[in-house]
């Protein structure tokens, strides 16, 4: 089970956090998932990876939320993964998309994921010895349906309709 949310999307006032999931462990950020909508692209994707580093390297299990798991969410997965690894970020995009069959990130995204690349680069160089241990992370990709009458509780899950997972 997770214990810390990165929100790549926009959440309405009555959605709250997951159970079990603490305000400070879950994190907002904004990715418009529209071609020619984001100011800049590699720098929210560098942003995000970065935080998803830092919550591995506090030992938690993050959940990377978005619409569809489609397009955000596979290429936030991918530049953590160039972010651990060091590797050219397409290739960390071919692994997501390899266990994400879903994933059709907009090409706007994979342009801001690839001019992102030194950004994650330089940011691997100065990583810490977890590095090796949050590489061997492994991705698993969930599928929520919505539910009917959902408590306040559990309305912010209840949007998602699919989750990506980073764990260790």
Do not use: F
């Given at each position: 089970?997770?214990?810390?949310?990165?929100?790549l999307?926009?959440?309405?006032a009555?959605?709250?956090?997951?159970?079990?999931?603490?305000?400070?462990?879950?994190?907002?950020?904004?990715l418009?998932?529209a071609?020619?909508?984001?100011?800049?692209?590699?720098?929210?994707?560098?942003?995000?990876?970065?935080?998803?580093?830092?919550?591995?390297?506090?030992?938690?299990?993050?959940?990377?939320?978005?619409?569809?798991?489609?397009?955000?969410?596979?290429?936030?997965?991918?530049?953590?993964?160039?972010?651990?690894?060091?590797?050219?970020?397409?290739?960390?995009?071919?692994?997501?998309?390899?266990?994400?069959?879903?994933?059709?990130?907009?090409?706007?995204?994979?342009?801001?994921?690839d001019?992102?690349?030194?950004?994650?680069?330089?940011?691997?160089?100065?990583?810490?010895?977890?590095?090796?241990?949050?590489?061997?992370?492994?991705?698993?990709?969930?599928k929520?349906?919505?539910?009917?009458?959902?408590?306040?509780?559990?309305?912010?899950?209840?949007?998602?309709?699919?989750?990506?997972?980073?764990?260790?």
């Open positions: 089970m997770a214990d810390a949310v990165v929100s999307c926009r959440l309405g009555a959605q709250t956090t997951v159970d079990g999931i603490a305000p400070a462990d879950t994190v907002e950020l904004w418009v998932d071609d020619g909508s984001n100011l800049d692209v590699p720098g929210v994707l560098a942003a995000a990876a970065s935080v998803v580093a830092d919550l591995r390297r506090e030992g938690k299990t993050v959940l990377l939320h978005c619409v569809h798991a489609q397009s955000r969410t596979s290429t936030v997965a991918a530049a953590y993964g160039a972010l651990v690894t060091g590797d050219d970020p397409a290739a960390a995009l071919a692994r997501v998309v390899a266990v994400l069959p879903s994933a059709w990130p907009r090409a706007s995204l994979v342009a801001g994921l001019a992102a690349s030194d950004r994650l680069r330089s940011e691997t160089a100065s990583a810490s010895a977890t590095t090796d241990q949050a590489s061997a992370s492994v991705c698993r990709w969930a929520r349906s919505s539910r009917k009458n959902a408590s306040p509780r559990s309305a912010w899950a209840s949007t998602a309709s699919s989750i990506l997972s980073v764990r260790q």
